[in-house]
């Protein structure tokens, strides 16, 4: 998504998206999207998240966090968010 934000092509039709609204009311809207990936190869772990998701690993009875939730209440990722012209 921060991709398509670099061109303008991409803003445009984030804009129409935006503008279409799919029978919801003006700002309502009900998308989002969460998901965590991980890959374990013989030597290490990959880990990757997108949206209100956290990976966790159990070890030896104990809980070790490999990712950090991608939440608004986070300064950085609402500043993230309104800075591609959305909202929370």
């Not at 984030?14 to 013989?42: H, M, P, W």
């Not at 030597?43 to 159990?58: I, K, P």
């Amino acid at each position: 998504m921060d991709e398509l934000m670099l061109t303008e092509e991409g803003r445009e039709e984030l804009a129409r998206i935006k503008e279409s609204n799919n029978g919801l009311a003006d700002g309502e809207t009900f998308a989002g999207c969460t998901s965590t990936v991980v890959l374990i190869t013989r030597n290490e772990v990959y880990c990757a998240n997108a949206g209100d998701s956290r990976t966790v690993l159990a070890s030896r009875g104990a809980a070790k966090d490999l990712s950090i939730d991608h939440k608004p209440d986070d300064p950085r990722e609402l500043a993230r968010i309104q800075n591609s012209g959305n909202f929370v």
